[in-house]
């Protein structure tokens, strides 16, 4: 058993049996009050977020969790197919758990995926993806005093805002937790 000394931000825990993410943690001594942990933590199932107070040094049941980076095959209704690079198993893992940044996945990205045993549990697209432009209104020269941004339209079918000076054919840095377009990137 481990105490509320050793969480940390992405652990996973068993709390009122059920299985959770640590999203946020707080120290906080108030006053002359007793110590306390005040910890956000994400239902694993469910999705939902809650608030829960430890007292410090409270034990806690940490999960031991194993990493592993697949590649995305391709999509099945609201699933995803994905392959162990080394074993070549395929897995299929809910749409659901990429968020919003699904919208910029491509074939043959690799993910971050993480598993209890045999249940996924959580899986991360790569902060950053180079995608190319496959339409955008043409760009004129002088186009980069301003930061006015245009919709273009990736080759994955993903919508993003980018600077005028981009034109079709580009390719672009895009970064996968906001939407937001990064820079152009040289061919």
Do not use: W
Request: glycine fraction near 8%.
């Amino acid at each position: 058993m481990a105490n509320t000394g050793d969480l940390f931000k992405g652990c996973f825990i068993k709390h009122n049996g059920e299985l959770c993410q640590v999203m946020e943690y707080q120290h906080r001594t108030p006053g002359n009050l007793r110590a306390f942990y005040q910890v956000v933590l994400r239902n694993v199932k469910s999705g939902k977020q809650m608030e829960h107070r430890f007292r410090a040094g409270e034990s806690v049941e940490m999960i031991r969790v194993e990493f592993k980076e697949m590649q995305f095959l391709y999509k099945d209704g609201n699933s995803l197919v994905l392959m162990d690079p080394e074993s070549f198993d395929q897995i299929y893992i809910e749409e659901a758990l990429l968020g919003d940044s699904v919208k910029f996945l491509k074939e043959e990205m690799v993910l971050k995926v993480s598993f209890e045993g045999d249940l996924c549990l959580t899986a991360e697209m790569p902060t950053f993806v180079v995608l190319t432009i496959d339409y955008a209104e043409p760009g004129v020269k002088g186009d980069t005093a301003t930061n006015t941004l245009k919709p273009a339209r990736l080759d994955n079918g993903a919508e993003v805002m980018v600077p005028l000076f981009v034109n079709p054919g580009d390719k672009v840095k895009v970064d996968t937790r906001t939407g937001d377009y990064v820079e152009r990137v040289k061919a």
